[in-house]
């Protein structure tokens, strides 16, 4: 009799270990929250910069930057060292093709991932994320323009 209360105690042991082992895996509604909202944004973000690039045309100081990458293999004209980093990652993508487009497609992932890297690891709160992610400066003259602006703020 002494055996089998041994083994009923050793179940149970076992039983309440399993139950704790998925009790601490399990996906709270505070996490799925806390992950979902920096993809949200940053997909929400990124529909409103693409818009806003198919309608936008370069201007002067977009095209010069283009011009000096898609036209010519010297990136570093007039001493900008500063911006080898930037022109180099412009680089990448136009080898794929010279076109404005993808000019445009480079700079929206660079400001694409610079967003949302700011929401994801900022310990600020979800409205100032929000705030920050919508501003004008980061919508336009940041996102759809397309300058070096971005790659600063990675």
């Known amino acids: 009799m002494n055996s089998i209360r041994k083994k009923e105690i050793k179940k149970q042991k076992i039983t309440v270990k399993a139950n704790s082992e998925t009790h601490s895996k399990s996906i709270t509604i505070s996490t799925v929250y806390k992950r979902f909202i920096p993809i949200f944004i940053t ?20 095209l010069e930057i283009y011009s000096r990458i898609a036209l010519t293999n010297n990136v570093l004209m007039e001493g900008d060292v500063s911006f080898i980093g930037y022109y180099s990652f412009l680089k990448l993508f136009m080898v794929i093709s010279n076109s404005e487009v993808m000019f445009q497609f480079a700079h929206l992932i660079l400001i694409v991932s610079a967003v ?25 003259d940041y996102g759809i323009i397309s300058r070096y602006y971005g790659f600063m703020l990675l």
């Open 43 to 62: 997909f929400l973000f990124t529909v409103i910069v693409s818009i806003g690039m198919i309608y936008h045309e370069l201007w002067r100081d977009e």
């Open 116 to 140: 949302f890297t700011f929401i994801r690891f900022a310990k600020i709160s979800n409205l100032q994320k929000i705030m920050f992610a919508f501003s004008y400066f980061i919508i336009y």
